[in-house]
């Protein structure tokens, strides 16, 4: 079995930063796609970023210039560092990891960027 445990996630003023960790673990062979979601109220589970098992990455237009997602192969660990946070940004944040024979989620943690 698999388990994802997401942390990271807080309240922060608009221009500041988060950083945000999910790590993997349980029998796994193998860990490819490794991703992070964010799904605000009201709005559809949108993908942020991704990054692949040969450090290729994707980001969504939104936050282009502004997030950074990097993974530790040896920890089964993916980050996903946040700067220049909007208000906007505000959502419940998820990490997807796909391996051998799972497709997994977080529990999610939640990402609040208010004055």
């Known amino acids: 079995q698999v388990q994802l445990v997401e942390s990271g996630g807080g309240l922060v003023q608009p221009g500041g930063s988060l950083r945000l960790s999910c790590v993997v673990s349980g029998r796994i062979f193998s860990v490819d796609n490794m991703a992070w979601y964010r799904q605000a109220p009201g709005k559809q589970r949108e993908r942020v970023a991704l990054i692949t098992r040969g450090s290729s990455t994707n980001y969504a237009d939104s936050v282009k210039g502004r997030f950074t997602i990097s993974r530790d192969n040896a920890k089964n660990t993916v980050f996903l560092q946040m700067n220049s946070l909007k208000p906007e940004d505000t959502a419940v944040y998820y990490c997807?990891?796909?391996?051998?024979?799972?497709?997994?989620w977080g529990q999610g943690t939640q990402v609040t960027v208010s004055s």
């Open positions: 997807n990891i796909i391996g051998v024979g799972f497709n997994s």
